[in-house]
């Protein structure tokens, strides 16, 4: 008998139709013997709905505090309707809110971060033999205050209470039925993992894949939580996330190729190379709260650097003229911009034991034409960033090049 | 400086244009130096949105304890949303459920009573320069379960808050401008009341006039809170509902006329007149769960007694039929029913003290040629029961026979 976490998303329990069918496949694992505890979302629309409120109410500036209170009530819907669609099928189930099981967060409203968990009153109504549905997304402060630990946070709370129970499983259901060596929409011969690292999914998923959300991936790899991707309403395994502990033979070198299209890159040049002058240009950056993905800095030349970063697109037009002021500044030569970029990367623990990774990954570009603008490697994944017209074949030509294609089942006859 | 509880209902509240009218209203009481704790309702509409999901999932039997974690979320959305109101207007709030507060209940899911509150929370807030916001109608058990009042609950939350803080007053705005001396819609000439007693103001609520409800007053009584009830959206003093002592030296004989038209009067003839016959009679008919109003049984003839009673009148076939049964088997000669009739009450603690107060309604009464069935008396009323056609014209009557008609301002001038 094995104790097992689930989390359904907002679109699984997005009608009245859906809860019933959450229902029955829960319904299902219970005669399996197995203990159950659900976390779950608000209905699709409803967070957005409450939001439209706050916002109306507050000419669009929601007090964070409230916003929490207000926003919470979702998923408080969502619980007690599968409880109740539970109850009525004769499965012994009872609902509770982040606050009735403990979930204690900080007091960072509408981003809270989860502190500790208590176990107790969850595990005494499993002993009952009850399936106990928790509501995902929120928690509560020290002083009582409620608390949301931001968008996708349910996948957090499933993974923190798989992790506080010991469970032998976090199964996140969701609308697609696996994690893909990449996305299917660009390569049709895209294939399901049966499994995958955290430290892989955590590449993946930050590199485009929106499968997951980060943080409950961090969070399951440094409390060991298997984590399992499934579709909520199609059969299949889905995709096992693990340590890598268990890694066999035949383990492919490189596990999925990610891919981004929304971020522009700039670039700095001629900027004296003193000490301190990479932080001079990004200070400023940070400081008007634009992310930073990749930084490139090569060696200099007479004294003199090139600087290059990409943003998100949208924080674009602003990273610009803050460059254009740091550049007269500190004395450098220009400031250029492309927003017509995109980013590849080919992600896989196997690549930490095997030399000439990345010159397959550039003889794979070179032979389709496609030059290359940056580079960066981390351990496990290696970007490059090319002129966006060509992202689709880049990635077509490496999902094949790192023999991820699946197998032409027409050949096979 | 007084610390003043506010209740505001479902239509005060039903859309982010009230809210936002509400939050001004509040912001002047501020203004003037009082301190304001609010109560306020679900959105109107929304609690029965929430019922009526949790009935789709259950096959039209929700389950208590789920049902009270759904629908307690309505007044948690207005909550939020009115202390973001507020505090979008620069007036310091902070917003409340029922647990936070600590509104001890019992564990009768769907219709629990308040045992204890907390008021240390509040009086903080209060003393920082804040606004408390009360979720109304919800509390929460000794295990932690969330749990509401029923319907109206929040009248009795915003009393039960007062009394938790001693406050000076608790306002419960509404629809009307107060309590008057009987429904406008039947006597055009009928007054607002400046003020009324507890005691009065129950004999009117349980009569039918449905300003407030019922535990909410008792409540008040109970803990001497002064009550007024108010208009939402327009000025005016309302009407007070205090304890009697400060009677003025003209307080009407009688405060006011009320009326019920829902019920139903059933009559067992021929009873053998022996002890114990009376629960012999009620005792099958609460047994099956029928509320019954008026009793009335006068003194016997050769033995047998006749015995009357009023039920509401969607109970009426139920009672017949139980009746029936009820006279084979005790061996009364015959059962009677009416559904035609209509309840008509005079109240006033003014009454106590004046003789001759109950003859000057039955003249009234047979002034106009109406016929009285059935009487009834308590200390601060007597009732009538009387064929409902007549119902409009006996009320007219006794508003008029007991000088409660307004100037007519035409003679005025």
Same mark, same amino acid.
């Given at each position: 008998? @094995?104790?097992?976490?689930?989390?359904?998303?907002?679109?699984?329990?997005?009608?009245?139709?859906?809860?019933?069918?959450? @229902?029955?496949?829960?319904?299902?694992?219970?005669?399996?013997?197995?203990?159950?505890? &659900?976390?779950?979302?608000?209905?699709?629309?409803?967070?957005?709905?409450?939001?439209?409120?706050?916002?109306?109410?507050?000419?669009?500036?929601?007090?964070?505090?409230?916003?929490?209170?207000? &926003?919470?009530?979702?998923?408080?819907?969502?619980?007690?309707?599968?409880?109740?669609?539970?109850?009525?099928?004769? &499965?012994?189930?009872?609902?509770?809110?982040?606050?009735?099981?403990?979930?204690?967060?900080?007091?960072?409203?509408?981003?809270?971060?989860?502190?500790?968990?208590?176990?107790?009153?969850?595990?005494?109504?499993?002993?009952?033999?009850?399936?106990?549905?928790?509501?995902?997304?929120?928690?509560?402060?020290?002083?009582?205050?409620?608390?949301?630990?931001?968008?996708?946070? *349910?996948?957090?709370?499933?993974?923190?209470?798989?992790?506080?129970?010991?469970?032998?499983?976090?199964?996140?259901?969701?609308?697609?039925?696996?994690?893909?060596?990449?996305?299917?929409?660009?390569?049709?011969?895209?294939?399901?993992?049966?499994?995958?690292?955290?430290?892989?999914?955590?590449?993946?998923?930050?590199?485009?894949?929106?499968?997951?959300?980060?943080?409950?991936?961090?969070?399951?790899?440094?409390?060991?939580?298997?984590?399992?991707?499934?579709? *909520?309403?199609?059969?299949?395994?889905?995709?096992?996330?693990?340590?890598?502990?268990?890694?066999?033979?035949?383990?492919?070198?490189?596990?999925?190729?990610?891919?981004?299209?929304?971020? *522009?890159?700039?670039?700095?040049?001629?900027?004296?190379?003193?000490?301190?002058?990479?932080?001079?240009?990004?200070?400023?950056?940070?400081?008007?709260?634009?992310?930073?993905?990749?930084?490139?800095?090569?060696?200099?030349?007479?004294?003199?650097?090139?600087?290059?970063?990409?943003?998100?697109?949208?924080?674009?037009?602003?990273?610009?003229?803050?460059?254009?002021?740091? @550049?007269?500044?500190?004395?450098?030569?220009?400031?250029?911009?492309?927003?017509?970029?995109?980013?590849?990367?080919?992600?896989?623990?196997?690549?930490?034991?095997?030399?000439?990774?990345?010159?397959?990954?550039?003889?794979?570009?070179?032979?389709?034409?496609?030059?290359?603008?940056?580079? *960066?490697?981390?351990?496990?994944?290696?970007?490059?960033? &090319?002129?966006?017209?060509?992202?689709?074949?880049?990635?077509?030509?490496?999902?094949?090049?790192?023999?991820?294609?699946?197998?032409?089942?027409?050949?096979?006859?």
């Amino acid at each position: 008998m @094995a104790l097992i976490v689930q989390k359904f998303g907002g679109t699984s329990v997005g009608s009245v139709e859906r809860i019933q069918q959450v @229902a029955e496949k829960i319904k299902k694992f219970r005669e399996n013997g197995d203990d159950i505890v &659900v976390v779950v979302s608000a209905m699709s629309g409803e967070t957005n709905r409450l939001i439209d409120l706050a916002k109306q109410i507050t000419n669009g500036k929601p007090v964070p505090r409230e916003l929490d209170m207000m &926003v919470s009530t979702g998923e408080q819907v969502t619980i007690a309707l599968l409880a109740m669609a539970l109850i009525t099928r004769g &499965v012994p189930a009872v609902s509770f809110t982040g606050n009735q099981v403990r979930i204690l967060t900080d007091s960072t409203h509408t981003k809270a971060r989860i502190l500790q968990i208590d176990a107790q009153k969850i595990g005494a109504e499993l002993k009952m033999g009850k399936v106990v549905v928790v509501a995902g997304f929120q928690g509560v402060d020290e002083h009582g205050n409620i608390t949301t630990l931001g968008r996708g946070g *349910s996948d957090t709370t499933g993974v923190a209470l798989a992790a506080a129970l010991k469970a032998d499983e976090c199964q996140i259901y969701t609308d697609v039925d696996g994690v893909y060596t990449t996305d299917p929409r660009v390569v049709p011969k895209a294939r399901r993992l049966e499994r995958i690292t955290f430290e892989e999914m955590l590449e993946m998923a930050s590199l485009g894949s929106k499968v997951l959300q980060i943080r409950s991936v961090e969070f399951a790899g440094k409390y060991n939580v298997p984590l399992r991707v499934l579709h *909520s309403f199609q059969e299949g395994p889905g995709t096992l996330i693990t340590l890598d502990e268990e890694e066999s033979m035949e383990q492919p070198i490189i596990s999925g190729i990610a891919f981004n299209r929304d971020e *522009s890159k700039l670039t700095i040049r001629g900027v004296p190379d003193t000490p301190g002058v990479a932080f001079k240009i990004l200070g400023p950056i940070s400081a008007a709260n634009i992310e930073v993905d990749m930084i490139v800095q090569n060696v200099s030349h007479d004294n003199t650097t090139d600087f290059t970063f990409t943003v998100n697109n949208p924080d674009y037009e602003n990273a610009l003229g803050i460059l254009q002021g740091i @550049a007269d500044e500190i004395g450098a030569r220009e400031v250029k911009g492309n927003v017509s970029i995109a980013k590849v990367s080919i992600v896989g623990v196997g690549m930490r034991s095997h030399a000439g990774v990345a010159s397959r990954m550039f003889e794979a570009l070179a032979k389709e034409g496609i030059n290359i603008q940056m580079i *960066s490697t981390s351990e496990i994944k290696v970007s490059v960033v &090319v002129e966006e017209k060509y992202l689709e074949l880049a990635v077509r030509a490496l999902h094949t090049a790192f023999e991820l294609d699946a197998p032409d089942h027409r050949q096979d006859a």
